[in-house]
């Protein structure tokens, strides 16, 4: 019988968890005999026939790169088109691959969504990976528990700093369409004068009097002001604000406003501030790439995740002959115990689609995020987190 062959990708914005789904593909895959091949930067690798074997590679290098964060096969921002799809389903074809193993977001399976229509011959399976979250009928991503507790760590070590010398912070976080990475920087809040205090999402309309004037009402209160803001905050009429007040207009390879790549955002954000509410102490970061990988900061349910839906996608490729996106299912409304199941959704009804915030995660009135969000997150961030405290 002739050996099954198999290619693995990775695509889009690495995580701290990317390569545990990757590893957890190839050990499966090595258990079935299979020829396993990886692609070079995602897709890109495909149509320059950039390939690794890695159907030999040692248990020990596969501990190393299963604990490591970012693409170990290198990644692309590469977006696929037909005729893109069409040049890699001929490279398939000369390779004899059988199935396709895409590890992504939305784009991703968005391509895979493509070639699998080209040709159902070839059984495509998108593995999910995100920090955004925003991947439909997904309860969660593998990848945002990891940068969700990075982003919550960041904010609590904030928190400690401004408590030491009274100030505004402001804090620019990925999510272009998805606040739930933003939202997760209220996580290790301890007590109700704890910041953040004001976060600010994409699902909700922004306007900068009012943000002006609720940081001017937390301030005289507190004398302080620890604010979250998404990078995709947009006005009432759709417009992205870091769209409108960014002088370059830099776009990404998929003709998208670069919002996470620039401190306009925060830098305009935190002058208004100082100008408007005469605030002398005032800083703001863009947080960047250090959520997608900051290394020592994973979450350990996020780790386990992230591999099992790896090793489920090579048994669930065996079981069906169909392509398919692997997913964890959604919980829904019942968040008193944390359940982790495992399913398959179709590609089209996964492939380009955005999933947002629910209204009943976010509470408005206060420009902040309700209860029902930190039953939702806080299972995912895991337990291994150093305690702290103060004196005042």
Known sequence: MKKKKILIAQGGGPTMVINKSLVGIIEEAKKNNYDILGSKNGVNGIINSKFVELTK???????????????ALGSTRDKPDKNYCKKILEVLFKKKINTFFYIGGNDSSDSLRIISEANPDIQCVHVPKTIDNDLVLNDHTPGFGSAAKYVASVFAGINLDINSLPGVYLGVIMGRHAGFLTAASSLLKKKITDGPHLIYLPESNFSLDNFLSDVDNIFIKKQKCIIAVSEGIKF?????????????????????????????????????????LGIKRVRADTLGYAQRSFLGCVSEVDQREAKKLGKESVKFSKQYDSSFSICIKER???????????????????????KYMPDYFINRKKNYVSNSFFKYALPLIGKKFPDFGNLI
Do not use: C, M, W
Request: proline residues 1%.
């Open 57 to 71: 590679i040692s248990k020990e290098k596969l501990f190393l790169v299963e604990n490591s964060p970012g693409a």
């Open 236 to 276: 009432s009429n759709g417009q992205l604000v870091g769209e409108k007040i960014s002088k370059l207009n830099e776009q990404d390879a998929h003709g998208n406003i670069q919002l996470s790549g620039s401190s306009v955002l925060g830098d305009y954000l935190s002058n208004q501030i100082k100008i408007k």
């Open 332 to 354: 829904g409304r019942n968040l008193n115990t944390y359940s982790f199941e495992i399913g398959q959704n179709k590609l089209i009804d996964i492939g380009g689609k955005t």
